[in-house]
């Protein structure tokens, strides 16, 4: 096998843990190391496993209030519109305006928008659909949504290195580690 | 945070029966739609196909003829379709309390639950849906509700509460599903990683989206997954206010009441609780492997929400007799006169004993673990608040100010039709889902097993495979 034919198609290297302590300890050692581009993949989500990746980002709580803003504006202005602007209706002798009577329908469009924007953001950001994907290429990965921890250094991080990656990934202690075929 | 979980539950009864693993919990959860289905299933499914022809069957005669086969005429013009409308929308809440307002006061003991009861929520609304839609009479022309430009220049009436629950119960159905579904797409993953045939494979990976089990997005979904609570949380209790309002917002003796909204919502969490009752006691027989997650512990905890809400409500009941009395209006105080001793008394009585006495029972832990005395009380509640809801339609209805207008009202055997119709609806669902979708939500379970008992060692897992393979290369080649 050819080296550098090997490392073109190579998406990234895979190893296997067995607990989440040792996958969240894994994770720290190699932010510490200086690897950036690297994934964790969990059964369920592990707490403080972000914080030891050095991963933070608050995109989709912003993203859900934005979209609630929308929703609320939208909400009232489509009554404002429809009640005072393109058919004033004189209900009882009400203002055209009359907010307190439009709040349960601006509240129901908030809630609406928001909770949109907290599903479709979570999948856009998180680039859902996938129909591919290259860790699922490593034949342990099926364990990844059972019992098992995974840690993928990726190739495009800059410190990739075929070699020392590996032999980096095999001082934390892993139950195996694999390369994954882009 | 951890601690305080692991340090308050360990002390409790316990979630889980058994020892569990993580991928005990997985097989156990998510072979399901791959295995032999009992025979309880089909039987069930059987007479709930049964209850849907009756529906379809009663909707098409209802659309042919006309909304006069119903027992609905003035004074009386909501019937039964409101009450079954309130009934069912009311059943959906407890689905949403326990996956959003619990979620959000951290009670663990929701978790192997909610799946189950977001389900019960989306059938529950569906039915519910289908009663005003028919119920205006041309349902092919319910798109005039919402505000769609056309060339009557024609808006709805944004201050009516009919229209508010147009925005309301559209709104919660479609959070209800999207709250639903993603707390299914990691657990779809995970039957897609367990599926033997190409089909189920290609159906559970396109529904799943992809899921990779990534911690990055793990993140993401974990933050979703909290707004979503946070947001469904105000949303269930405005649905059922805005359901009271329907009613409160008139003037009709005994509508024109300030405790609606509270006492509604407070009603939709008891009926909802005691319907989820009603599903989990069977399921737990026709699928006992549940019973290591459902434990006597959360039915046990179901049953003091169903009893503290049914306080609530009973005490409802008692403000209403106050107000009437002391209100000083003659109308006011006839129409509590009328429930009670009326030609519907009854329905009130009943009402008394289903949701006033029956649940007191409900103090007696034995009786909260005895199943079948909890199963019976909960069909008892299940029918205490549909006759709720019978007394506040037709008993304030029927006699209002004028006695040259007042009248009866009965249900016509097209009303049961649909009624029974809808409960058919219900009941194939529910068992449809458990045929096809994991029952209980995986992640979370396994995600409560770690916080509880953490990963403990060689407890969990399985003997370490062979040894790291070094030099192996190529994944998947």
Redesign the interface.
């Known amino acids: ?1 050819a080296h550098a034919a ?1 490392v073109s198609r190579v998406y990234g290297i ?1 190893a296997e843990f ?4 040792a996958l969240i300890e894994a ?1 720290r050692r190699t932010r510490v190391e200086g690897y950036r581009r690297f ?9 403080g ?2 914080d030891a ?1 050095g ?1 933070r ?5 912003w993203t ?1 209030f934005i979209c ?1 803003l929308i929703g609320a504006l939208f909400g009232f202005g ?2 404002v519109y ?2 005072a602007i ?2 004033p ?1 004189n ?1 009882g002798g ?1 203002d055209f305006i ?1 907010w307190p ?2 709040i ?2 601006t ?3 908030m ?2 928008f ?3 924007g ?2 479709i ?3 856009a ?2 680039g ?6 290259p ?5 342990q ?7 098992r921890f995974f840690l993928c250094i990726e190739a495009r991080d800059p410190k990739f290195d075929p070699e020392r990656t ?1 032999t980096f990934l ?1 001082s934390l ?9 882009a | 945070m ?1 601690e305080a979980i692991r340090a308050r539950v360990v002390q409790e009864p316990p979630l889980f029966e058994g020892e569990q ?3 005990r919990i ?1 097989a156990q959860i998510g072979d399901i739609p791959f295995e032999k289905h009992p025979i309880g299933w089909t039987v069930m499914f059987g007479l709930g196909f049964v209850g849907t022809t009756l529906l379809i069957f009663a909707l098409v005669v209802l659309v042919a003829i006309g909304t006069g086969i119903w027992g609905i005429n003035q004074p009386v013009a909501w019937g039964f379709a409101i009450i079954n409308f309130v009934w069912w929308i009311g059943i959906g809440h407890a689905g949403t309390l326990i996956s959003a307002i619990l979620l959000l006061m951290r009670q663990a003991w929701r978790m192997s639950i909610n799946r189950f009861a977001e389900a019960m929520t989306i059938f529950a609304v569906m039915c519910a849906g289908l009663f005003p839609l028919f119920h205006t009479g041309r349902p092919w022309v319910a798109y005039w509700l919402f ?1 769609l430009p056309n060339w009557l ?7 009516s ?1 009919l ?2 629950d147009v ?2 119960v559209s ?1 919660y159905f ?2 209800s599903v ?2 639903w ?2 707390g299914l797409i ?1 657990d779809l ?2 039957v ?3 599926a033997k045939s190409h089909l189920a494979k290609v159906i559970s990976g ?1 529904l799943s ?16 997954y909290l ?2 609570a946070g ?2 949380t ?2 269930v209790l ?1 649905v059922h206010s ?1 359901v009271s ?1 329907d009613f409160a917002i008139s003037i009709v003796p005994g509508w024109h009441v300030t405790i609606f909204p509270p006492y509604f919502v407070a009603g939709a969490i008891y009926s909802g609780f005691a319907m989820v009752l009603t599903l989990v006691i069977p399921f737990r027989i026709l699928y006992p492997k549940l019973r290591e997650y459902i434990t006597m512990h959360h039915i046990d905890m179901m049953a003091k929400v169903m009893l503290a809400t049914g306080l609530i409500v009973f005490y409802g009941y008692m403000m209403e007799a106050f107000f009437g009395f002391y209100s000083a209006a003659i109308f006011e105080k006839y129409l509590m006169t009328n429930r009670m001793f009326g030609p519907y008394w009854p329905v009130y009585w009943s009402l008394i004993f289903c949701n006033g006495l029956v649940p007191q029972s409900l103090w007696f832990p034995k009786v909260r673990h005895n199943l079948w005395l909890l199963f019976i009380i909960s069909l008892i509640v299940n029918v205490g608040m549909w006759l709720e809801r019978f007394v506040i339609v037709v008993t304030s209805l029927h006699r209002d100010f004028t006695p040259s207008a007042w009248g009866m009202y009965g249900p016509t055997f097209w009303d049961w039709a649909t009624y029974i119709g809808t409960l058919g609806f219900f009941v194939m669902m529910m068992f449809l889902f458990a045929r096809f979708v994991p029952m209980l939500a995986m ?2 379970l ?2 409560l097993w ?1 916080r509880l008992y953490g ?1 403990g ?1 060689e407890h ?3 003997p ?2 062979e ?4 030099t ?6």
């Open positions: 096998m090997v895979m067995d607990s989440p302590e994770a994934d964790c993949y969990t059964p369920f989500p592990i707490h496993l972000t990746m991963v980002e608050a995109k989709v709580p859900v609630g489509l009554q429809t009640s393109d058919y209706l209900v009400r009359s009577y439009f349960p329908i509240f129901e469009c809630v609406l928001a909770a949109f907290a599903f953001g979570m999948l950001y998180n859902l659909p996938a129909p591919y994907h860790v699922f290429n490593v034949p990965f099926v364990r990844a949504s059972v019992d590996r095999q202690n892993p139950i195996s580690i694999s390369e994954v075929e | 951890q693993t993580y991928e997985t505000p220049a024609m808006w709805p009436q944004f201050r509460p229209e508010w925005f309301a709104t479609t959070v999207l709250f579904y993603m990691p993953a995970a897609r990683d367990r396109i989206w992809g899921w990779r089990n990534s911690a990055i997005h793990w993140m993401r979904y974990e933050s979703a707004l979503l947001l469904s105000p949303l405005s805005v309002l992640a979370e396994k995600d770690y990963h060692g969990n897992g399985h370490k495979t040894a790291p393979a070094p192996r290369t190529g994944g998947g080649a």
